[in-house]
DNA sequence: GTCTATAATTAGATAGAC
DNA sequence: GTCTATCTAATTATAGAC
């Protein structure tokens, strides 16, 4: 028998999941909450109960999949911490890359949300981006003036090829969401982005 | 004096690049023929008049950015043609860049359609993506298998700073559409993705 | 060629029943 | 905690004046 806080942490959870999936499919804009609910298998007067209005049921979305990524990050960190900075620089990309395949949703949120020069975009900024650029920051030992430039190349090479999966396979044939098509694009990309000096 | 050829021209410019700053910026659904209209200085009847539909207007935006794209590219391709591959494949690149950090709309607008397998993504692919991505094929020299892996990676590690800007400058504190901006970028994409072998 | 007026649909938010 | 009903505003598309 269900507690009512596990009916509530369930129901949220399935609504939170809706909206990842609609807010990165068509935006902010082009999501009405109508659609989500549907898709959740609620009524949308629920989304109001849980969330209020439209503009935080995002940032409850925002939140799950940033703080997903942002686990992901520092588990491999320490997993790999003590060695090389060649050998955790590779496995940290690696290890972003293999998420953002699982998680295509988390690029094509950045994109639709860091393009315009709106409160979302700096709510973004402040609370889940600066985090991450602070350990790229620290970690990946890239010289302050390319850091820019690095990490967007990163972020870049490293997901585009998910976040477009339907016109991928349209246009070269490949499912770049098979497990080989991941492992290889993991491969490839660490190794292009950070050769080794020997 | 305006003829009416002319005039016709004219307004109909107007529009198509009010569309794709406002398609780029919020993507199909989230763009509305009322803001549109009004970014162009005409009004919403007029959209119709000249394009039918909100879809039509759509088709002419993509083919406004997506040919402006491909003659670009095959003018470097003609000034360089006769010179070695690696020259070829770097130099193409760093126009490639350019043009992307002069119109990052174009980036925009193929994560905004590439994501969904409908028929806007669809008719994409099929008109514009794969002469590109052919003239990618012949002139590259990339294996197969690598194909689509490099594709992607030069698409969003060129793009993904000039479609992100208003974002790269408050997380990063750089101006990514700053003339030396945009040289750091494309010099250091196009020798970190085809590194000379030598 | 351009605009105004409007019909039909859909959006987000709210109130209240159960 | 969940749903139904409804309000107000915004949407695309159309018809017709000038």
């Known amino acids: 028998m269900k507690t009512r806080a596990q009916q509530r942490k369930e129901t949220r ?5 809706a909206a990842i999936r609609n807010f990165s499919d068509v935006g902010f804009h082009g999501a009405s909450t109508r659609d989500i609910a549907t898709d959740a298998g609620v ?7 849980h969330f209020k209005n439209k503009e935080e049921l995002w940032k409850a979305a925002a939140d799950k999949i940033f703080f997903e990524l942002r686990r992901q990050l520092e588990d491999r960190q320490q997993e790999f911490a003590g060695q090389s900075e060649s050998t955790v620089v590779r496995e940290v990309t690696k290890s972003y890359i293999r ?3 699982k998680r295509p949703e988390l690029f094509r949120f950045m994109m639709e949300e860091g393009k ?20 790229f920051t620290k970690s990946f030992g890239v010289s302050k003036p390319l850091r820019p430039h690095m990490f ?15 016109e991928c396979k349209r246009l070269t044939g490949l499912n770049p969401l098979s497990s080989e098509a991941i492992e290889a694009h993991a491969d490839l990309i660490s190794k292009l982005l950070f050769p080794l000096k020997d």
Chains 1, 2 share one sequence.
Request: charged share 20%; proline share 6%.
């Open 152 to 166: 967007y190349a990163l972020v870049g090479a490293a997901s585009s090829i998910f976040a477009l999966a339907p």
């Open 116 to 135: 315009r020069p709106d409160k979302r975009m700096k709510w973004l900024v402040d609370k889940h981006l600066n985090p991450v650029y602070a350990e």
């Open 99 to 101: 998420y953002t395949a």
């Open 43 to 49: 009524t949308q007067g629920l989304l109001t109960y």
């Open 13 to 17: 959870q399935l609504i939170v999941e």
